[in-house]
């Protein structure tokens, strides 16, 4: 079925210049496998960026939960207390709790933890931090700074109290086993009822040949989620299930890259001549997060990474000082210069992309398989976040000399650490997918 001249074709097609963009996809294969993806894999692995704190069990606010995934391979596992940095925990005290007393009967089951088994006690704690430290009129307040906080973000962050901590490094994004009905219905929802459509479009996907039918703002939305949907699916093919059904309920199945699975998903053969295309959008997303994290340099360089551990909180700093200058080295940066120009109606425009952006954070709420959610949930969150540093015009003053000598960014405004552990997080997604890109082009080619 895939003869060789055929299951090249997935790449032959990805060469040259990426869609509204300056640059060539290989020269972003080159930068990226050899100077960002090293220094990410090691950063990410560091305890600031391993937790990230999500709230998995949020009512989907429009249609009923089907299909909570019964799989194994589509629970999250928690993380022990022990684990998690006591900087992390002397800040989070509330939701550290939670996390131990509110988990469904499968996190319990694989985590083991006695004190999962206390949800009671969790409960007064809970009550008891409410009711004793934070008075209605504080609490009316907070509500205000949210509200006005929210005016700039892309994504729907939530009330989160009752939020958990993961750590990504025990859950990796892999195959889950989450297709059919629920998961179109995400994708569905995604694309039909949430992306810009060039007009008298009826088709349910966008074809890329009518993508030039829209402007440049809603052709961009278009490509960063397609961006994304490929890197999931590159996820899934690169960690696939390789041993049989039954080892399903064993403790470790065998993992690794499915060949066959990646040309049915983006061979130009079996995916209409889109597959190539929905390739390059994830190029295109690289390119977008890259310049987010150039043009939030300043801010970042000034972070202080906090987890508790000063020893490692400094290699941090240091690690992340590093891969922003690489990162600044990049010759030919996306240009967000020319979005959003143009009076009022270039503001009712970035309003509407705003929203839209904020209904596909909404959404992953309904994503029926824990573990899909999670790394859905925190690659929108990070999205949601690049974008508010391109286009929120908080972040523009940000390049020198908008940042004065001593003057740290913090005096600014602020990210909150969900923000930024989720844009360096759905950049490693993005980075992890291009390498992995690399390996199936060299698998096509034995
Ligand atoms: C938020 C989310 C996270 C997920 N995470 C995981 C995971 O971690 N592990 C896992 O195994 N599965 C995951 N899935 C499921 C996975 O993405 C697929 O939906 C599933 O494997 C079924 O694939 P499919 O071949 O039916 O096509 P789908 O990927 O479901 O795509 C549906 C349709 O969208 C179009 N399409 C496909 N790719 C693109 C693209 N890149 N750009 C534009 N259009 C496109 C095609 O017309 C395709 O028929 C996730 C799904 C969602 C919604």
Avoid at 347 to 373: A, P, T, W, Y
């Amino acid at each position: 079925y895939f003869t060789t001249d055929t299951s090249q074709s997935c790449f032959c097609k990805l060469k040259g210049r990426i869609d509204d963009c300056s640059c060539n996809v290989d020269t972003v294969d080159h930068f990226n496998n050899m100077k960002i993806f090293p220094r990410l894999q090691s950063l990410l692995s560091n305890d600031y960026f391993r937790f990230y704190k999500v709230h998995l069990k949020r009512d989907c606010p429009f249609w009923t939960d089907d299909s909570r995934c019964a799989m194994r391979y589509c629970n999250v596992q928690a993380c022990q207390e022990e684990d998690i940095p006591p900087g992390l925990k002397q800040y989070n005290h509330n939701s550290m709790n939670s996390i131990f007393g509110n988990q469904d009967m499968s996190l319990r089951f694989y985590d083991g933890n006695e004190d999962c088994e206390d949800p009671e006690a969790d409960h007064d704690d809970e009550l008891g931090f409410i009711n004793t430290t934070i008075s209605a009129a504080a609490y009316e307040e907070f509500e205000k700074w949210q509200a006005h906080d929210a005016l700039d973000n892309f994504c729907e962050l939530g009330d989160d109290k009752d939020a958990q901590y993961v750590d990504l490094l025990l859950n990796p994004e892999r195959y889950t086993g989450y297709k059919g009905k629920s998961a179109h219905r995400i994708w569905n929802s995604i694309y039909k009822e949430n992306c810009f459509r060039p007009e008298n479009h009826y088709d349910l996907f966008i074809q890329s040949s009518q993508l030039d039918r829209m402007c440049l703002e809603k052709r961009v939305f278009y490509r960063v989620i397609s961006g994304m949907h490929t890197s999931i699916n590159i996820h899934l093919c690169s960690k696939y299930l390789l041993s049989d059904k039954e080892s399903l309920i064993a403790p470790n199945g065998k993992w690794g890259p499915n060949l066959e699975e990646f040309k049915r998903r983006f061979s130009p053969m079996t995916t209409d001549n889109e597959g190539p295309h929905w390739l390059r959008n994830l190029y295109f997303l690289y390119l977008l997060e890259l310049r987010a994290l150039a043009k939030a340099a300043p801010y970042l360089a000034n972070e202080e990474f906090y987890t508790g551990s000063e020893e490692n909180d400094s290699d941090v700093r240091d690690a992340v000082k590093d891969l922003l200058s690489v990162i600044k080295s990049f010759p030919s940066h996306f240009d967000e210069s020319s979005m959003f120009t143009g009076g009022a109606q270039a503001r009712e425009l970035k309003d509407e992309f705003r929203q839209h952006f904020r209904n596909i954070s909404v959404i992953m709420d309904c994503v029926g398989c824990d573990k899909c959610k999670l790394w859905g949930k925190l690659q929108v969150q990070g999205i949601g976040t690049a974008l508010k540093i391109l286009f929120s015009g908080k972040f523009d003053s940000l390049s020198p000399p908008g940042l004065q000598p001593g003057q740290t960014a913090k005096s600014q405004f602020q990210l909150q650490r969900g923000e930024i552990v989720t844009l360096f997080n759905a950049f490693g997604r993005l980075s992890n997918s291009i390498n992995e890109l690399e390996k199936f082009r060299n698998l096509i080619r034995e």
